[in-house]
């Protein structure tokens, strides 16, 4: 059964700071990994999807890498802005289908 | 993007009774749709993969009983919680993939439930 890890579960830092959030998995048999961003009371949205034959993605300030056979996954978020504030929560997919496991989450909080 | 949208976004009903949430895929059909549960502030917890057409696939440990899925079309999933009690209340999400190669996943904005 698949457990998906992040690491650390809170974080808060001053703006400006670049961030690192960690994700490990137990099965490194996935096919894709998404990271989601989510508000309090809302639902999530998705901020990166690293396909299952990419080692990486970027999408402005953040960039997402995928190490399969170690079972890790990286959100690196650049410069960060109040804004940023948030649940962040990564998800692999099951080999073979859209099926994904969501991670504990790290609740970001970035303070002007 | 695309846009998955539920409905209500926030019920209250008494126990006993049953509700009725709505999945719909906007400007997309969706084969496959996803049933989230999520307790406060803890992650989210797969319940059923909703197919179209066909029955939905239950984790383990949820009732399906419980938790009726219907994907009568392709853009319209809905999760009905029979028999609501207290410990039903909780955020259900949905989610629906393009069905493309990407595998990617889009949510909708939730729906809070609360059981008095």
């Known amino acids: 059964k698949q457990e998906v890890t992040q690491i650390p579960a809170a974080l808060s830092v001053p703006e400006g700071e670049n961030l690192v959030l960690n994700c490990s998995f137990t099965?490194?048999?996935?096919?894709?990994l998404q990271w989601f961003r989510q508000d309090p009371g809302k639902g999530l949205t998705s901020l990166l999807l690293?396909?299952?034959?990419?080692r990486e993605q970027t999408s402005g300030r953040l960039n997402a890498s995928l190490d399969k056979s170690s079972g890790r996954s990286t959100l690196y978020i650049a410069a960060s802005q109040p804004g940023d504030s948030a649940t962040y929560l990564c998800?692999?997919?099951?080999?073979?289908?859209?099926?994904?496991?969501f991670g504990t989450g790290t609740r970001l909080k970035v303070l002007a | 993007g695309a846009v998955v949208s539920q409905h209500p976004s926030r019920v209250i009903c008494k126990s006993g009774t049953s509700v009725k949430i709505e999945c719909r895929s906007l400007?997309?059909?969706?084969?496959?749709m996803f049933w989230y549960r999520q307790f406060p502030k803890k992650s989210l917890m797969l319940m059923a993969t909703?197919?179209?057409?066909?029955?939905?696939?239950?984790e383990q440990g949820v009732e399906k009983d419980k938790f009726l899925i219907n994907h009568a079309s392709l853009t319209l999933s809905t999760l009905t919680v029979t028999s609501a009690h207290p410990e039903d209340s909780s955020f259900y999400i949905c989610?629906?993939?393009?069905?493309?190669?990407?595998?990617?996943?889009?949510f909708g904005e939730g729906s809070r439930l609360t059981v008095l």
């Open positions: 989610s629906a993939s393009l069905g493309t190669n990407t595998g990617e996943l889009f």
């Open positions: 909703s197919n179209e057409g066909s029955k939905a696939t239950y």
């Open positions: 998800a692999p997919s099951t080999s073979g289908t859209y099926k994904y496991i």
């Open positions: 400007d997309f059909q969706a084969t496959t």
């Open positions: 690293i396909q299952s034959s990419q």
């Open positions: 099965d490194s048999a996935i096919y894709n």
